[in-house]
Every structure is written in C-alpha cells, then in structure tokens.
C-alpha cells in the first residue's frame, strides 16, 4: 500500500508527478486532509481542475476511484444501497416451492448481504488492500438539501445504517473529495465536515505549466499566445470565461491544425473549441478577436 505524503513539498512532488501543476496553498490543505483523515471540499469555476484531483490522488496512491456523479433527484437509492428486489421475489417463491415457510427465515435470507446492490457511498466504506479508496463526490451543488444531510452520517463518521443490517462502518477513512461549481451554496453542516479550498484559475505561469505538463507537443511560442489570449479574454464580459480544460483542447486542437501561431483568421475559426456559448463567440468574433490578439502580442 502506499502511503499519503508526509509533507507539503512530498504532496507538491506527487502532483507533479502525476502532471497536476498546484500552488503551495493547494498543496497545504490537501496534504491537510490526508493527515487528518478529513473529506476535502473543493469550489470553483467548472473546468479548473477539481474533479481531476480526485483522478490523480487514485493514481498516485494506487488507490481505487469510486465517483458519484451528482444530478438533481439524487437519492439514497442511487447513492448508497438498493435492494435487489427481483433476486429476493425469486428467492422467496423458490423458498415456497421447496416448501419453506417460516416468515422470519425467509425475511432473513431476502435481507442478506448477497441481494444488497452497494451504490458509490456503500462501496467506499468497505476494505480494500491497497488502502481506503478515494471517493469523488462530484458536483454536490446539483444535488438538494435532503441529499447533503443524508450524507452527515457518511462524512461525519464513515458509516452509513442499513436498518435491515445494522450500522457498517469503513475500517479506514476513504480520501473524500467533494466538488462544488457553486450554483447554490451548500449548507454550512456539510461544510463544517470538510476542509476547505476555493480552486480558482490559474495566472499565467501556472497556465504554462500546466500546458507544458499536459500537451507537450504545442510549440512554446504558441503556448504563450494560447495562455495569453486565455488570460486577456477571462476579463471580458462573457456569459462563461474558458477553464483550463478548453485552454488545454484549444491547444490541442490548434496543434491539429498544425498552427505554429495565432493570427485573427485562426482565432475566430477556433472559437467554438475554447467558448461553449453562441452569445460569447459572436462577442470576440472579427474585429474584437484581432484587437486582443495585438495586445497579446505586444506584451510577449
């Protein structure tokens, strides 16, 4: 099994091994919530890197990744545990016909482990031997209040109650991430549970790095023109400024393109990959395009 980090520069060097490029502030509180066994809750922007954390501590520790993914409607159901209930209807009409009908042992065959289905959260609570999975919590603010205060016992005490089993508890804390895109605040009891970071965009040398490490084939010029014009357009009134991941398949694609540096043309063709809304795009078509590429420019 191998071990959490035991430091802040260790935590800095296994995130870097797995090409996450993080800040120290980063770094400190995730190697926080590792030490002390606490779920890590994280907000931000959609697409800065909150979900991939989860990816990249499963990696690096060899640990397995059980991810709930959050919707709207989400139940215990879907979160925890169901009841197979066709294999218990066979059971008990099979129970029948061999004769057996004492109520109590049916009920208690019915209600055994091998016709629980375990959903994400039960799954994270059981023993593994390479160590406590880590679970990713992903997008809770899609979810509703019911559903944060059903997950208090979980994030509290790492169990979670059957009534028709009992109490099951993890033999060790599971790694928590919990991510939120902030469409709604989440409730202070749940916050309480968690350390916390906001997971913000990165400046430019962080921008850089982190296209260095994740698409090494863009040539370098081009990579501080794409950062560049990344940063310049994340202050302009958009409905949705670009995360990393489009600066990364922006990138991506302009390397498809075999493009060795951004001209207007280029730019406004592109603009589809980087931008996901019509408004946006229409916005920095044209002439708005080539007035920030010039400054661009004129600042490298």
Request: charged share 25%.
């Amino acid at each position: 099994m191998i071990h959490a980090p035991a430091s802040i520069d260790a935590t800095l060097d296994l995130l870097r091994a797995e090409s996450y490029v993080a800040d120290r502030g980063f770094a400190t509180v995730l190697f926080l919530a590792l030490r002390l066994g606490r779920p890590l809750f994280l907000e931000g922007e959609a697409g800065v890197g909150k979900t991939e954390i989860a990816k990249v501590l499963a990696r690096a520790l060899g640990r397995k990744l059980i991810r709930l993914q959050c919707y709207e409607g989400l139940d215990s159901a879907a979160a925890l545990y169901e009841w197979n209930y066709a294999g218990q209807m066979m059971a008990i009409r099979l129970g029948e016909a061999s004769g057996e009908h004492d109520r109590a042992k049916l009920a208690a065959d019915v209600f055994s482990e091998r016709f629980l289905v375990k959903r994400p959260l039960l799954q994270a609570l059981e023993a593994d031997p390479a160590g406590p999975p880590v679970l990713l919590i992903d997008e809770l603010d899609r979810t509703d209040e019911a559903f944060e205060a059903f997950l208090l016992e979980i994030l509290s005490d790492f169990q979670a109650t059957i009534p028709e089993l009992g109490t099951i508890r993890a033999p060790a804390p599971p790694i928590v991430i919990i991510t939120s895109n902030r469409t709604r605040e989440v409730h202070d009891a749940l916050k309480r549970r968690c350390l916390y970071h906001w997971v913000d965009y990165p400046d430019t040398a962080r921008e850089l790095a982190i296209l260095k490490a994740k698409a090494p084939r863009v040539p370098a010029q081009l990579s501080k023109q794409i950062v560049a014009y990344v940063q310049a357009i994340r202050q302009e009134d958009l409905f949705k400024v670009p995360g990393v991941a489009e600066t990364l398949d922006w990138a991506t694609a302009l390397v498809e393109l075999d493009a060795v540096a951004l001209d207007p043309a280029l730019v406004s063709d592109t603009l589809g990959v980087l931008l996901k809304y019509q408004d946006d795009i229409v916005k920095l078509q044209g002439s708005r395009a080539k007035e920030i590429l010039d400054q661009v420019k004129a600042g490298l």
